[in-house]
């Protein structure tokens, strides 16, 4: 695989796993007992910590690149895999 195949992946695994770890620990105002200020939205967050969610997102992307990595060079899951989709159950 090239370094730029890697690359590419690799943000893209990052890219859907910040949309997944976003909500997480994100409290509203109302929650924290905090004042909200005139025309806030009442959903918005009031605990919202950036660094926290780029750490977060950065450590389970390169867990989950890792596994693809690895079934990419180990060949553990491939399209053969999924012939029973087209065949029907074999008995």
């Not at 730029?4 to 105002?29: E, K, N």
């Not at 959903?43 to 660094?51: D, E, M, T």
């Amino acid at each position: 695989m090239n370094w730029t195949s890697i690359v590419a992946i690799y943000l893209l695994f990052w890219v859907l796993t910040a949309f997944v770890v976003l909500p997480f620990g994100v409290r509203t105002h109302e929650e924290l007992g905090l004042e909200k200020i005139p025309g806030q939205a009442d959903s918005a967050p009031g605990n919202f910590k950036p660094l926290t969610v780029l750490l977060r997102t950065t450590l389970l992307s390169a867990a989950l690149f890792a596994l693809y990595y690895a079934n990419y060079s180990y060949g553990w899951v491939d399209r053969h895999s999924f012939d029973f989709l087209i065949n029907g159950p074999t008995g």
